[in-house]
């Protein structure tokens, strides 16, 4: 039963470029979650999303950032004209219908140059 | 303002000792969450609190709940170097649907020989 996978692993940037981060939830699990952490920090929430929903996106910046999880295909993050700020590590989680527990992907770690 | 806090934030302690970690709360939540995060890697859980008063041992880890005092307690007993590592709480604070988790900055324990 594979986990929750995020690609690519790392990503490197130039500032003004788009960075695009997928995740893929655990199999049967229909809730995902982005999470922003920079270094020596906690994770922050970000959204929150089902497919083809947005249920809570009070932690996304205002502009830049977009998220969607299409009936089809992975969720994807999307950071547009990429700034030295956004460098962090970004991690989705899966959550089941019925479950309590978040389970965290192995993040992808974004680099801006 | 939601406020989770952990004290210390970080923590050098000897093999063999026994140490707590706090993880204090600023709002009514009856579950919270104990991750570890090694370095550069992605979050493990270790323990789901889901009530007040809750329990939980897993080797030489120990959490509780305490949802009147709003503080979750994470105890180490006869600390061995492979648990070294930083450790999160997570407080969920949703109030319906899905999960809305705020997490501390974490606790960076090093165990020494």
């Known amino acids: 039963n594979a986990g929750v996978m995020q690609n690519p692993r790392h990503l490197v940037r130039r500032r003004g470029q788009e960075a695009r981060l997928r995740c893929s939830p655990m199999?049967?699990?229909?809730?995902v979650y982005w999470y922003r952490q920079l270094p020596e920090e906690g994770l922050k929430f970000m959204v929150y999303?089902?497919?083809?929903?947005?249920?809570?996106e009070s932690g996304m910046p205002k502009e830049r950032f977009s998220a969607e999880f299409p009936k089809e295909g992975p969720s994807i993050l999307r950071i547009q004209q990429v700034v030295r700020g956004d460098s962090a590590a970004y991690f989705c989680?899966?959550?089941?219908?019925?479950?309590?527990?978040?389970?965290f992907g192995p993040g992808t770690r974004l680099t801006v140059t | 303002e939601l406020k989770v806090e952990q004290n210390p934030l970080f923590l050098s302690m000897q093999e063999g000792k026994n140490y707590t970690i706090y993880c204090n709360y600023s709002?009514?939540?009856?579950?919270l969450y104990w991750y570890r995060q090694d370095p550069g890697k992605s979050l493990e859980s270790l323990f789901v609190?889901?009530?007040?008063?809750a329990v939980k041992q897993e080797g030489r880890l120990m959490a509780s709940l305490d949802t009147k005092a709003r503080l979750s307690t994470l105890h180490i007993t006869a600390a061995v170097h492979d648990l070294s590592a930083t450790y999160f709480c997570?407080?969920?604070?949703?109030?319906?649907?899905?999960?809305?988790?705020?997490f501390g900055p974490g606790t960076r324990l090093s165990v020494l020989p």
């Open positions: 989680a899966s959550l089941g219908t019925d479950s309590y527990e978040q389970y």
């Open positions: 199999k049967g699990h229909s809730h």
């Open positions: 999303l089902q497919k083809e929903n947005i249920i809570d």
């Open positions: 709002t009514t939540s009856d579950r």
């Open positions: 609190l889901l009530s007040n008063g």
């Open positions: 997570a407080v969920d604070i949703s109030r319906g649907y899905g999960q809305n988790f705020v």
